[in-house]
């Protein structure tokens, strides 16, 4: 359900005229479905608004509608603290914490804004004025439908923003296939289907559209495929040098750790992803049925996220970190073996 209260920012919208919208950082499918979706309907409704990504996302997101306008804050700094500074609105989507958002967290802690979050993650924090929050949803894209369906716009979803949503909820259910897809998340796509989302165009656009070094970075990453067999687990490493060698470009291992999740018996999936210039490795789980990743990223590799999918970092090398996850493994053997 939402909360009634974040009805309340109807009034705010009324007589705000500037207004910000953060995703969060290494935005993916949803956090740029979202934002992008909330700009257009903001957008048609006359406000000056802008999409502030914290820094670069895929290209195999930048043909969504609106994306020529987004500004990256690692690029524009400038441009983004003054445009924030100017926000009477600024809405955080797909996140709960400020700490997600890179940078721009010291121009946000700075804005006198009026700040509304919407978001599907667990435990969100209190730095809101208005909150929108259930881990229940599939996606923050279709709480963002909810929410303008809740302020009677739902006729005012228009191509462009059906188109944005669509791919949120589609990237974050995994194409539909994950268990918080309900009845109700079919429903939602069924209405932005017919308020035109070209499901078959937009699959193939996030999906069909891979170049030879992304293919072969694949082929190495399956190669470092390495299976638990008794406690069910896989887990996939890829090296920095690994990386250079494929010409890694953002978004390139996206998915890839539900390789290991497919193989037969598997209930838990992790890939590790070396990145010497943030000197950290970057973790990404996957599980299924009632192993919860959101608890073992946030105990371990300071993380969270979802019950079946989850992110995390370790300041270790690529090397330690595997041997630490090795070592932390055995103490879940009943969870991952009932």
């Known amino acids: 359900m939402i909360d009634t209260r974040i009805l309340e920012i109807t009034a705010e919208l009324d007589t705000?005229?500037?207004?910000?919208i953060v995703p969060h950082k290494g935005p993916d499918g949803d956090a740029m479905g979202a934002s992008l979706g909330l700009y257009h309907f903001l957008k048609d409704k006359g406000h000056t608004v802008h999409v502030i990504a914290p820094n670069d996302y895929p290209q195999f997101l930048k043909w969504l509608p609106g994306s020529e306008e987004v500004i990256i804050y690692d690029s524009n700094k400038g441009l983004s603290d003054e445009l924030i500074n100017k926000a009477e609105i600024v809405f955080t989507l797909d996140f709960n914490h400020l700490s997600r958002c890179g940078l721009v967290q010291e121009s946000l802690l700075a804005s006198e804004a009026v700040f509304v979050m919407i978001d599907h993650h667990q435990e969100p924090s209190d730095y809101?004025?208005?909150?929108?929050?259930?881990?229940?949803?599939?996606?923050?894209?279709?709480?963002?439908?909810?929410?303008?369906?809740?302020?009677?716009?739902n006729k005012k979803?228009?191509?462009?923003?059906?188109?944005?949503?669509?791919?949120?909820?589609?990237?974050?259910?995994?194409?539909?296939?994950?268990?918080?897809?309900?009845?109700?998340?079919?429903?939602?796509i069924a209405d932005l289907?017919?308020?035109?989302?070209?499901?078959?165009?937009?699959?193939?656009?996030i999906y069909d559209t891979n170049s030879e070094d992304k293919l072969q970075l694949l082929g190495t990453a399956l190669k470092n495929l390495k299976v638990n067999k008794e406690l069910r687990t896989a887990y996939i490493s890829l090296s920095q040098e690994e990386l250079d060698r494929h010409n890694f470009k953002k978004g390139d291992t996206e998915g890839f750790v539900n390789y290991g999740?497919?193989?037969?018996?598997?209930?838990?999936?992790?890939?590790?992803?070396?990145k010497e210039n943030e000197d950290m490795v970057k973790i990404s789980f996957r599980s299924k049925g009632d192993f919860d990743v959101n608890k073992f990223a946030?105990?371990?590799?300071?993380?969270?996220?979802?019950?079946?999918?989850?992110?995390?970092?370790?300041?270790?090398?690529?090397?330690?970190?595997?041997?630490?996850?090795?070592?932390?493994?055995?103490?879940?053997?009943?969870?991952?073996?009932?």
């Open 16 to 20: 705000a005229e500037n207004i910000v």
């Open 157 to 188: 979803i228009t191509p462009q923003i059906a188109t944005c949503l669509y791919t949120g909820i589609m990237t974050d259910t995994g194409s539909f296939r994950f268990s918080s897809t309900s009845s109700d998340t079919h429903r939602v």
């Open 298 to 338: 946030r105990a371990h590799f300071d993380g969270g996220g979802h019950i079946n999918a989850a992110g995390g970092k370790s300041d270790l090398s690529l090397n330690n970190t595997i041997v630490k996850f090795n070592k932390i493994l055995p103490q879940y053997t009943e969870e991952l073996t009932k």
């Open 261 to 274: 999740l497919a193989l037969e018996g598997i209930i838990f999936a992790v890939i590790f992803i070396e």
């Open 128 to 153: 809101a004025d208005y909150t929108y929050s259930n881990s229940k949803m599939s996606s923050t894209c279709e709480m963002v439908y909810r929410f303008l369906d809740k302020l009677r716009a």
């Open 193 to 205: 289907m017919d308020k035109g989302a070209k499901n078959d165009q937009i699959h193939n656009n």
